[in-house]
């Protein structure tokens, strides 16, 4: 296992930051969506081994590997202008993932310890994308988000992270 620390002066920063006390899709399938919010904060709680508190995944079971989720708001964009979707349709909590950065190559992080704000992290793997992304996104966002669905890591070290705040080594 590797680690990843970001050089100073790295050109990363948390855009959005969300939290949802329930499932909408895990464990879900087969049946309707659920109708739980999704509710963007500006700082959420990172707890070692146990997740983000008020997060529908805390506690979820010991070493989760999706303790938090990561999505590149670089791959959202990009997702949005080529699948066409409307302005006025564009909404960075449909994917569902916690925290969504600007200037990270959320798959060079799988496997490897880092950083961010003074809370380290292991990315995991891969947040594979699922059906459900084709009714909330776009009819064609399950395919076009293989291999670039985000990170699931598990949080080592508790701490807060703030949106709006460039990424610190």
């Known amino acids: 296992m590797g680690s990843a620390i970001l050089p100073?002066?790295?050109?990363?920063?948390?855009?959005?930051?969300f939290i949802s006390p329930g499932h909408n899709y895990f464990?879900?399938?087969?049946?309707?969506?659920?109708?739980?919010?999704?509710?963007?904060?500006?700082?959420?709680?990172c707890v070692a081994g146990s997740g983000i508190r008020g997060d529908r995944f805390f506690d979820f079971?010991?070493?989760?590997?999706?303790?938090?989720?990561?999505?590149?708001?670089?791959?959202?964009?990009q997702l949005w202008d080529e699948l066409g979707?409307?302005?006025?349709?564009?909404?960075?909590?449909?994917t569902r993932r916690n925290v969504i950065s600007?200037?990270?190559?959320?798959?060079?992080?799988?496997?490897?310890?880092?950083?961010?704000?003074?809370?380290?992290?292991l990315g995991t793997e891969e947040?594979?994308?699922?059906?459900?992304?084709n009714g909330a996104i776009h009819p064609e966002a399950e395919a076009w988000m293989r291999g670039r669905g985000g990170l699931r890591?598990?949080?080592?070290?508790?701490?807060t992270l703030r949106c709006g705040h460039c990424v610190e080594a």
């Open 8 to 17: 100073p002066g790295f050109p990363a920063m948390i855009r959005h930051l």
């Open 27 to 45: 464990g879900h399938h087969g049946q309707p969506a659920g109708e739980s919010p999704i509710v963007e904060v500006p700082e959420i709680d």
């Open 61 to 77: 079971k010991p070493d989760y590997k999706g303790q938090i989720t990561f999505f590149a708001w670089e791959d959202l964009v």
């Open 85 to 94: 979707v409307l302005p006025e349709d564009r909404n960075a909590s449909a």
């Open 102 to 121: 600007t200037g990270l190559v959320l798959p060079d992080l799988s496997g490897v310890e880092f950083e961010i704000q003074g809370v380290r992290f």
């Open 127 to 133: 947040c594979r994308p699922c059906y459900w992304m």
């Open 153 to 159: 890591a598990m949080i080592l070290t508790g701490g």
